[in-house]
């Protein structure tokens, strides 16, 4: 009898849809699947703790922490996320990649904050930032990375695909372009120079003279590069199969792109952000 109740429990909490209220934890030895039709709800006010293994096929909703880090237990140090599927980031939403290696091939979209601090990103699909990305690790982009919102690269920023900027990123660490760089935003080079060896296309944005190796281009297709327009063709994020969303995480076809200053952020107000970051891990 306990077991047959064991077994039904287990079955309720990987059903097609599944809350996390308070705090959930996936340790170094186990892996979490979510398959394809299922979604796992992280909701606003609550962390989830990632010292092991997920495999994402479905749909992961975030509108509380999301927190890849050291095992406190047997101090392993490498998580490790694999999605195929979507992730969402709702405007409460956080991912913190402390200690993991989040890697993509499906879609993410951002509305919250996506913290690469220790950890290493490597995108395979489609990552959709339309909020704020804070990278102080490695992050690789293979595929496609659009940036509609703000991007404070402090280190390691590598571009082998296509990264199409219509918002604000801002350099102060190592940023290596060896695919393509679509800028119609504003790109600032703070500390280091961006390092071109692929080609970067400007569309009528700005980018200050910190680009070393490959010049930039001007405009190739002879227009204003508006919101409007498209060249990396659209993505779309179907979304029969998500259940639980609330209206904390708008999904692709129905978010506004927040607007930018045409000027890159102060020095002070940079190193102001990076200094809260670091205040938090501690």
Not at 248 to 263: G, Q, R
Request: proline residues 4%; contains cysteine.
């Amino acid at each position: 009898m306990k077991t047959y109740i064991f077994i039904t429990l287990l079955l309720i909490s990987i059903g097609t849809a599944c809350g996390v209220e308070n705090q959930g934890i996936v340790w170094s030895a186990d892996t979490l699947v979510i398959p394809s039709g299922d979604t796992l709800t992280i909701d606003a006010g609550t962390d989830f703790f990632c010292y092991g293994d997920i495999q994402n096929e479905g749909t992961i909703i975030i509108n509380g922490l999301f927190q890849t880090d050291v095992d406190p237990e047997s101090i392993v140090f490498d998580a490790h996320i694999n999605n195929s599927g979507t992730i969402l980031i709702g405007g409460t939403g956080e991912i913190h990649n402390y200690h993991g290696e989040i890697s993509n091939t499906g879609t993410i979209i951002n509305n919250g904050i996506y913290a690469n601090s220790y950890g290493e990103t490597y995108n395979y699909g489609t990552f959709d930032n339309y909020n704020y990305i804070f990278n102080e690790y490695p992050f690789y982009n293979h595929q496609h990375l659009n940036n509609y919102g703000y991007i404070l690269n402090m280190y390691g920023l590598h571009n082998e695909g296509l990264l199409d900027n219509k918002g604000n990123i801002t350099n102060c660490g190592l940023f290596i372009n060896s695919g393509t760089l679509y800028n119609s935003g504003v790109i600032d080079s703070v500390v280091e120079h961006i390092i071109n060896e692929g080609t970067i296309y400007d569309f009528d944005g700005t980018i200050p003279g910190f680009v070393e190796g490959v010049p930039v281009e001007s405009n190739p297709y002879g227009h204003s590069m508006g919101n409007e327009d498209s060249i990396t063709g659209e993505t779309t994020t179907s979304n029969e199969n998500v259940t639980n969303v609330t209206d904390e995480v708008p999904l692709a076809d129905n978010v506004e792109v927040p607007e930018f200053p045409t000027i890159a952020l102060p020095v002070v107000a940079i190193l102001g952000l990076a200094f809260m970051f670091q205040r938090r891990k501690e």
